[in-house]
Each structure stands twice: as C-alpha cells, then as structure tokens.
C-alpha cells in the first residue's frame, strides 16, 4: 500500500509539473482572452486619450498658423480641430491597444521578460507607423507613449 501511494505521489507531481509548463513553446504563461481584451481596452483607452491631447494641440498649432483657417469662421475651425482630434485619437487608439496586444502576445508565446517583450511589441508597433509615409509625423508621440509605458512597468517592477 505505501508503495502504491508513493506512487500515485509521484505521478501527481509529474502531472503537476506538467501543468507548470506554460505558454505555446513551454516558456510562456497561459492565454487568457479576459486578460489579452484588458490589454487591449487598455492600451487603446490611453492611446485615444494621448492622440486626442496632441491631436487638440497640433490642431490648434496649425489652425493658427494657416491664413484660410484664421479668416474661416468659428464653426469651421472648431470642425477642423474635431476632425484632427478625432483621427489621432483614432490612431493612437488603434497604436497603443495593438502595442499592449502584441506584447500579451510576446509573453505567451515566450515569456522573455519585461525588456524583451518591450523591444519587441515596440519594433512591430512602430514598424507599422513607419510603413505609411503620413504616420510617420506620430513617431515622436509613439516613442513618448513607448517610453511611459517602460517607465510605468520598471517602477512597478522595482517595488
């Protein structure tokens, strides 16, 4: 009887270490679609939030200093300043929820630690804004948000 019992311990703890191993190459933690959708909603909530402050800046900026909009009516401009707003938001949206996605990616497929899921969420990300010679205005704002989003992880990490 112990025999038996020691060996259902054992094969206990092999199904358990069996279970430890995560991730789709072992290395990784396990999918969990609650967790990649908070990722998502987050990333996209500070992206749109972000793209709507300097997308308000950047219009106001160019709304002053182009001759027609100066002469347009407040109507107009306060279209012109929505419009702008709007888009950057849209697509600091859409940058920020892909960055945070594609890193829950990284860290399930491989797990290679903060740095390395930082390195490359961010090369795909900002690849993506590289591609389409129009976007490429956004890069300084993306790196920014890259940035805090490094800096936001290191202090919680160090604590």
Not at 12 to 41: C, E, H, M, W
Not at 90 to 113: C, E, L, M, N, Q
Not at 115 to 136: D, H
């Amino acid at each position: 009887q112990q025999q038996q019992q020691q060996q259902q311990q054992q094969q206990q703890q092999q199904q358990q270490q069996q279970q430890q191993q995560k991730g789709i190459f072992n290395s990784g933690v396990d999918y969990s679609t609650p967790d990649l959708l908070r990722s998502l909603a987050f990333g996209s909530c500070i992206g749109s939030i972000t793209g709507a402050v300097f997308g308000f800046m950047d219009g106001m900026r160019s709304a002053s200093d182009n001759p027609i909009l100066k002469n347009a009516s407040n109507v107009a401009k306060t279209k012109y300043l929505l419009q702008g707003t709007s888009r950057t938001a849209i697509t600091f949206g859409v940058f920020f929820g892909g960055f945070h996605s594609i890193k829950y990616g990284i860290r399930v497929a491989a797990d290679p630690g903060m740095v390395w899921e930082m390195v490359g969420a961010s090369a795909i990300s900002v690849g993506a804004l590289v591609v389409k010679p129009a976007m490429r205005v956004h890069l300084p704002y993306a790196g920014m948000l890259i940035g805090m989003d490094a800096f936001s992880n290191y202090m919680r990490e160090t604590e």
